[in-house]
């Protein structure tokens, strides 16, 4: 019996209820044998509710003191499990990210892991203990302030850990069964994957699945962690993520693996680009010196009679005022008419290592959106994805439809969602 590393979101541990119900869920996974390390997020909303408080005393909180804010959230849940485990007569101790190791860059509120040191984790381990630490923080290796790595971020802390302490698997327990064939919130009919190519679930995270976080799944894939994604409520076994199927799993490569959607980006159109070399180095030079990740890219044919063209681009609405000012400020020197700023888009994707062999899969994505009369905006594709681009008010339709066309539906309805916001 080897080491397990288990996370437990917000939803999983909301009240005291919550946290005993995963205390004893712990304790077994200890009693069945396994050293096991828990890697546990904030209670419920705390998060949020703290990001509040946070922009009530401040427009823009300082990135330092938000991070040492909001790492409290994370130091609450885990000293309550740590109290509910030992009053079930187990040992545990709990440890800030700091104190577990993790050392990150020192970028507040999105850092990344670059050491897992996990020394202190690993003597407490040897000494009978549980160890209980705080997800989504570290410490920073140069100025040794407390960090962030950004929402969602105990996923990453604990396949982090899993890699640095060899573990057998990193169980990531949230509220929903697993990985579904589309969000079960939008989809009723989403089926629970029993196994997923890692390829497939970096894809499904990038185009907008919140289930795992890209930056975790990448993480998985570099060390090798098995992930298995489950449910706290309902102990089933959820879905595996890794690069083989292991053992005993018993499954065949589906052609689709799901449909994602996303309606967290916004569009941004620079209207009458001179048609001339080193137009779209500048626009996205631009955008790249402002820090900011940019996802899909049009560039349209010009207009022979005025040489000018418009260039499309989409990026996380929350850095949409930042990328409207740095472009503004850049006018002059790239020269162009106008911006044109849209918050009112939804994406979504299909996903599937199948597509590169089988034909057909393109034509029957856009026939399902032209049957749900769905207007495509932009296209982009992959390997093993397409996407397009809708009004954010077609979005949950268009999953629907995409998804029944590819013969995704289950037959009852199986996908269970326990709690949360599904965030
Ligand atoms: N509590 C943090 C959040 O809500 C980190 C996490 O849950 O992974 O984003
Ligand atoms: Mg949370």
């Known amino acids: 019996m080897g080491l397990v590393v288990q996370k437990y979101g917000g939803s999983s541990v909301a009240d005291a209820e919550g946290i005993k119900r995963v205390a004893k869920r712990i304790v077994d996974a200890k009693k069945n044998g ?61 440890f800030t990210g700091s104190q577990a190791g993790v050392i990150t860059d020192s970028v507040h509120n999105k850092a990344r892991i670059i050491d897992v040191t996990p020394g202190r984790i690993r003597t407490a381990l040897d000494e009978g203990n549980i160890a209980i630490v705080a997800g989504f923080q570290g410490v920073s290796q140069d100025k040794k302030d407390i960090t962030t790595l ?14 640095a302490l060899d573990a057998e698997v990193c169980e990531i327990y949230t509220d929903v069964d697993g990985v579904f064939t589309a969000d079960p919130r939008v989809v009723p009919k989403a089926r629970k994957i029993d196994w997923i190519s890692i390829e497939d679930m970096l894809e499904l995270a990038a185009s907008g699945s919140k289930v795992l976080l890209h930056r975790c799944v990448e993480y998985a894939r570099r060390y090798n962690i098995p992930i298995h994604v489950r449910s706290s409520f309902s102990g089933l076994r959820g879905t595996w993520v890794s690069n083989e ?40 030079r631009t955008i790249a010196n402002a820090e900011i990740n940019i996802d899909m890219v049009v560039q349209n044919v010009s207009a022979a009679s005025t040489g000018l063209t418009d260039i499309s681009f989409t990026l996380p609405k929350t850095e949409g005022r930042k990328a409207i000012d740095a472009l503004e400020r850049a006018k ?51 390997e093993i994805r397409i996407s397009v681009v809708t009004r954010a008010d077609d979005v949950n339709e268009a999953v629907r439809a995409v998804h029944t066309a590819f013969g995704l539906d289950t ?8 709690g949360g916001t599904g965030r």
């Open 34 to 94: 396994h050293q096991v390390v828990v890697v546990v997020s904030a209670m419920g909303d705390t998060t949020d509710e703290l990001t509040d408080l946070a922009e009530q005393v401040s427009p823009i909180p300082a990135g330092r003191e938000l991070d040492m804010l909001l790492t409290s959230g994370e130091r609450i849940s885990m000293a309550l499990l740590a109290m509910a485990i030992k009053s079930l007569g187990h040992e545990a101790q709990s």
């Open 150 to 163: 950004g929402r969602g971020g105990s996923d990453t802390t604990a396949v982090a850990l899993a890699a």
């Open 245 to 284: 199927p292991l053992g005993d799993q018993q499954v065949e490569h589906a052609i689709i693996s799901g449909v994602a959607h996303d309606v967290s980006e916004a569009k941004i159109t620079v209207v009458g680009v001179p048609d001339k070399p080193g137009e779209a180095a500048a626009i996205f």
């Open 332 to 382: 002059g020197t790239i020269g162009f008419d106008s911006l044109r700023y849209d918050d009112q888009i939804g994406k979504i994707s299909l996903v599937g290592a199948g597509m590169k062999t089988n034909p057909g899969v393109t034509a029957g994505f856009f026939e399902a959106l032209s049957e749900a009369n769905v207007n495509i905006e932009l296209i982009s594709t992959s």
């Open 411 to 418: 037959e009852s309805d199986e996908a269970v969602v326990y």
